[in-house]
C-alpha cells in the first residue's frame, strides 16, 4: 500500500479541526465544509475525529494515487501560501499559481475550490507524471 498522506499532517491540522481542515486533507470536502460551517459539529465531531484519524488516513492511502507530488507538501502550500498560488506552481501548474499570485488565490475562491479538490489534482498528476 502506498503512504500518501501522514497521520502526523493530519493530527497537526486537527488542531484546527473545528475549521474541517484535517478532513478537507483526507479527501473528505463535504465533512469538511460542515466542520468548517459548524466548527467541528459544536466541538463533539472534532473530538471524535481525535480517534477516526488513523481510519481517515488508511482510506486517503488506498484512495490516492502516490508520485513526484507530494501531498504533504500541497497541503501545508496550500494551508499557509495558498493565496500566494505557491501550491499550484509546486505542481507545475505556472500559469494559476502565478494568477493565484496576483489575485489573491482567485479573490480566496480559488483556494475554497483547491481545498475541495486538491487530492485529486495532486493524485491526477501523479498519474500523469507516471505515465510520460
Not at 6 to 27: D, M, N, P, Q
Not at 44 to 64: C, K, N, T, V
Not at 65 to 79: E, K, M, P, Q, S
Request: hydrophobic share 50%; proline share 2%.
Amino acid at each position: 500500500m502506498q503512504d500518501t498522506h501522514s497521520k502526523v499532517i493530519g493530527y497537526l491540522l486537527w488542531i484546527f479541526g473545528f475549521t474541517g481542515a484535517h478532513r478537507f486533507y483526507y479527501g473528505k470536502p463535504v465533512t469538511g465544509t460542515i466542520w468548517f460551517l459548524t466548527l467541528g459539529l459544536f466541538g463533539i465531531g472534532w473530538l471524535i475525529d481525535l480517534f477516526l484519524i488513523p481510519s481517515m488516513d488508511r482510506e486517503a492511502d488506498m484512495r490516492f494515487r502516490a508520485g513526484d507530488v507530494d501531498y504533504n507538501v500541497a497541503w501545508l502550500l496550500l494551508t499557509f501560501l495558498g493565496f500566494l498560488g505557491v501550491h499550484r506552481m509546486y505542481m507545475g501548474k505556472w500559469i494559476t499559481g502565478i494568477l493565484y499570485l496576483c489575485t489573491f488565490g482567485f479573490f480566496l475562491i480559488g483556494i475554497l475550490v483547491d481545498f475541495w479538490t486538491l487530492n485529486d489534482q495532486v493524485s491526477v498528476e501523479n498519474s500523469q507524471k507516471s505515465h510520460a
